[in-house]
């Protein structure tokens, strides 16, 4: 199983980026996806979550309102949305696949390997 990051980069603050998570070696559509993120001296959060058909999100109120999550089942990917972007949003993001329906690291099976997100203030 591998969950494969990307899109990060630097960008300033009140822009965008989109992340991507491409998977492969597991049945896609059977997990539900999520993003989390950890900056540097902190542990890791949870920033969203969609589930295996699309149709259920939860986010974080911390990023609510500027974050998008998706997935495309026919593509095994799952991608992340970030408008509005702040200099506190600066971390390594993280996809994450599970199969219960939760929002804390330990329920969720498989990590991509991070992509780095910075915010220029």
């Known amino acids: 199983v591998q969950l494969l990051d990307s899109g990060g980069g630097l960008v300033q603050a009140g822009g965008s980026l989109r992340l991507s998570c491409a998977a492969s070696?597991?049945?896609?559509?059977?997990?539900?996806m999520a993003w989390f993120r950890q900056a540097p001296g902190k542990e890791r959060e949870f920033v969203v979550t969609?589930?295996?058909?699309?149709?259920?999100?939860y986010y974080a109120d911390s990023v609510k309102g500027r974050f998008t999550i998706s997935r495309d089942n026919a593509k095994n990917e799952a991608y992340l949305q970030m408008n509005s972007l702040e200099p506190e949003d600066a971390a390594v993001y993280y996809c994450?696949?599970?199969?219960?329906?939760?929002?804390?690291?330990?329920?969720?099976?498989?990590w991509g390997q991070g992509t780095q997100v910075t915010v220029s203030s």
């Open positions: 994450a696949a599970g199969r219960s329906w939760s929002r804390t690291t330990h329920d969720f099976d498989y």
């Open positions: 070696g597991l049945t896609f559509r059977s997990y539900h």
């Open positions: 969609i589930s295996k058909n699309g149709a259920l999100t």
